[in-house]
Structures are given as C-alpha cells and as structure tokens.
Nanobody, 120 residues
Framework: QVQLVESGGGLVQAGGSLRLSCAAS????????MGWFRQAPGKEREFVAA????????SYADSVKGRFTISRDNAKNTVYLQMNSLKPEDTAVYYC?????????????WGQGTQVTVSS
C-alpha cells in the first residue's frame, strides 16, 4: 500500500501557474505508476495525467495537453504536476493516485486531495 499526501494547491488568476506535489510513502512507490485526477463541483472525477515508474512514459488528458507536465523524483518519493496557463475550468480538487502494478491502469491508492481555484 502506498500512502499519498498532496500539497501546493491554492488560488491563482487565469493564466497563472501552480505546482502540485504528492509525497508518497511505502516501499512500492518506485515501481508504481502515478497519476493525477481532479474533481470539480457537481462533476465526476476525471483523469488528468499519469507517469510510469521510469518517467519515460507519460499521458495527459486532451484538456491539459501542452499546459500541464507530470514528473517524478523516485529518490524523493514525490510526483509533481506543473500547471501553466491555468483556466477557470481547471478549478477542482486535485488527487494524486498510485497504481502499484506500474501499468497506469488500476489506481487503487489515493491522497486526500488539494484544492485548486482559478479565478477569471
């Protein structure tokens, strides 16, 4: 089991940037695929980005391609989400998730979430 704690959320104006961090504990982190998801009020949770353990594979939702970048530092057990050119529609609670299988298809460990609010 991987324990996850997100940080870095906040209030930012449209066009601004934020960097989210997710600190992981548990010996399976280095082989786990990691992902970011988000949930806006009244909407279902949606996929944002994922990265496999080596960092050589990443994937993004179409809505964030070219604006968001996912990365990881296995030595620090941390995954990041750099968010640039933020839009009001990016407002949501952002969750970090882990897939111990490494395949980025079955995320079964979740953090508590961090709020991101983008003002227009």
């Amino acid at each position: 089991q991987v324990q996850l704690v997100e940080s870095g959320g906040g209030l930012v104006q449209a066009g601004g940037s934020l960097r989210l961090s997710c600190a992981a504990s548990g010996r399976t982190f280095s082989r786990a695929a990691m992902g970011w998801f988000r949930q806006a009020p009244g909407k279902e949770r949606e996929f944002v980005a994922a990265i496999k353990w080596s960092g050589g594979f990443t994937s993004y939702a179409d809505s964030v391609k070219g604006r968001f970048t996912i990365s990881r530092d296995n030595a620090k057990n941390t995954v990041y989400l750099q968010m640039n050119s933020l839009k009001p529609e990016d407002t949501a609670v952002y969750y970090c998730a882990a897939d111990p299988s490494g395949m980025a298809t079955m995320f079964n460990s979740w953090g508590q979430g961090t709020q991101v609010t983008v003002s227009s």
